[in-house]
């Protein structure tokens, strides 16, 4: 537990502006991938990592993306992976694109909420002809990350900042709820207590604070966030929480009393929490 010396919204910007750097170009990871299928599901994903993880080989001889990069290709799909996994396994698919013309994948939409169990295909092909045939490596995997192969959820986001901003060795599993129990453990009860990197935490979802700006009146603050939700990682400039008197498990509920811009996805009461020793 430390001071950090990079801010959130530059976790952002690492991710979107202009992107994930794979030598010739780089592609924004601009879009929300979730393994819960409460969330939209990874089918896409998962489509594509189980008919290829151990299929293609780097050149024809070389390893496979199983042998490369195991287990982080399981976190991958689920909306977890390491930046440098994910550009990673962009690299070997550019390099080995006329061995992606035997690899097929399905394309699915998003789950619907009501419907969790349901699988939404869309379309399916190989790899090759879907994304590479007439489009340059750099649209190719722009178009895989525009149709959810790629992306990353809230928890996601936040392991791999922990680990960006050098507060985490290695990437740490934990769900939305276990945030606010063992890594958050903190409660903050006041507006004004606010501080940059706070958690905001929901049942099913966590969000950081980057930047407080100012005090609205005596319980509201305006601040940025940062996340991962609906559009992929994102920042929200100019929100404001305001505390309300009402309290859930002991802690203090927020409201999102104006969802910034772009506006929030998530915007129902959250508890906001505090980790030891983690400040700006």
């Known amino acids: 537990m430390a001071e950090a010396f990079r801010l959130p919204y530059e976790f952002v910007d690492y991710l979107l502006k202009p992107g994930l750097d794979c030598g010739s170009f780089r592609v924004p990871l601009d879009a929300y991938l979730s393994g819960n299928h409460s969330n939209g599901g990874a089918d896409s994903a998962v489509s594509l990592i189980g008919n290829i993880r151990s299929k293609v080989r780097d050149g024809g001889t070389g390893p496979t993306l199983q042998e490369l990069y195991g287990s982080g290709l399981d976190a ?3 909306g977890c992976g390491h930046p440098d996994v994910i550009r990673g396994v962009w690299k070997f698919l550019c390099r080995n694109k006329e061995a992606l013309k035997s690899v097929k994948v ?38 895989m990350v525009d149709d959810r192969f790629f992306g990353l959820d809230c928890i996601g986001f936040m392991g791999n900042f922990m680990v960006w901003v050098g507060e985490w060795d290695t990437y740490k599993n934990n769900s939305p709820t276990r ?25 099913g ?22 996340q991962s939700s609906s559009g992929g990682p994102q920042c929200n400039s100019k929100v404001i929480l305001r505390q309300t008197s009402v309290k859930s498990g002991g802690k203090r509920l927020f409201k999102i009393e104006h969802r910034g811009t772009p506006s929030m996805p998530v915007h129902s009461n959250c508890t906001i929490m505090r980790r030891d020793g983690f400040f700006y």
């Not at 699988?119 to 090759?128: E, I, S, W």
């Not at 009860?189 to 706070?198: G, P």
């Open 76 to 78: 991958m799909w689920r």
């Open 106 to 143: 399905g394309v699915y939409d998003r789950r619907d909420q009501g419907e969790p169990d349901e699988k939404n295909k869309v379309g399916g092909g190989t790899v090759y002809d879907l994304y590479f045939k007439g489009r340059s490596d750099k649209e190719a995997i722009a178009k």
């Open 205 to 226: 979802h966590v969000a950081i604070v980057d930047w407080i700006w100012r005090m609205v009146d005596d319980t509201a603050v305006l601040v940025d966030i940062c």
């Open 179 to 203: 945030w606010a129990d063992k890594v958050f453990k903190n409660p903050v009860n006041k507006a004004e207590d606010i501080k940059e990197l706070d958690l905001l935490c929901w049942s």
